[in-house]
């Protein structure tokens, strides 16, 4: 079982940053990739970014250049830095880890509203 608490979510105006922090417990060591999805109202549950257990990242098309995707190891956290927010980055943002189990594990989500 992995856990997963995020926070830094929060209310910005377009063009402003925001930083998403999740940590990770739990069967840590099973975890091949942890990330960011999103989920807009009547939208659904949509990839933001991941990274792997040997650092490499992944983002959607949609963040590239605006969101960067980084993980502490030694605090088991993974974090997300949104720069120039947009408003249809507004969403409910949800950390996800993938195991070498094929296990998928979600936190609780954090809201993320970006008004114009």
């Known amino acids: 079982q992995v856990y997963l608490v995020e926070s830094g979510g929060g209310s910005v105006q377009a063009g402003g940053s925001l930083r998403l922090s999740c940590a990770a417990s739990?069967?840590?060591?099973?975890?091949?990739?942890i990330g960011w999805y999103r989920q807009a109202p009547g939208k659904q549950r949509e990839l933001v970014a991941t990274?792997?257990?040997?650092?490499?990242?992944n983002y959607a098309d949609s963040v590239k250049g605006r969101f960067t995707i980084s993980r502490n190891n030694a605090r088991n956290m993974v974090f997300l830095q949104m720069n120039s927010l947009q408003p249809e980055d507004t969403a409910v943002y949800y950390c996800?880890?993938?195991?070498?189990?094929?296990?998928?594990?979600w936190g609780q989500g954090t809201q993320v509203t970006v008004s114009s």
């Open positions: 996800n880890a993938g195991t070498a189990y094929r296990q998928n594990f």
């Open positions: 739990g069967s840590i060591g099973s975890i091949v990739a």
């Open positions: 990274i792997s257990s040997t650092g490499t990242p």
